[in-house]
């Protein structure tokens, strides 16, 4: 008979139920801590968003001739960008 899941993980390679939820009970969790730097590429994906995308905005403001008209909606446009790219990257872990 032919074992699918390796020679060294046992008879279905699933984990013991008892002692997950004993982990759960006690308070541990299965997740590892985030890694370094995660909250630095988090703040840096929204600066830069808002900024490449006010930048924009800028620069057809100054082309067209308008006051201020493209740069807020620049701003707005890279701010909710690049908070859908945080929660795409960064959110649920698999």
Known sequence: M????????????????????????????DRPNPPPGEAWGIV????????????VGFGVDRLFGFDALFFPIGL??????????VIYRFGARR
């Open 2 to 29: 032919s074992d699918t899941n390796g020679p060294d993980r046992g008879h279905s390679g699933k984990k013991d139920n008892a002692k997950r939820e004993e982990r759960l009970r006690s308070g541990q969790v």
């Open 44 to 55: 840096g994906t929204l600066v830069g968003g808002g900024g490449f995308w006010g930048l």
């Open 76 to 85: 707005i446009v890279g701010v909710v960008a690049a908070i859908y790219l």
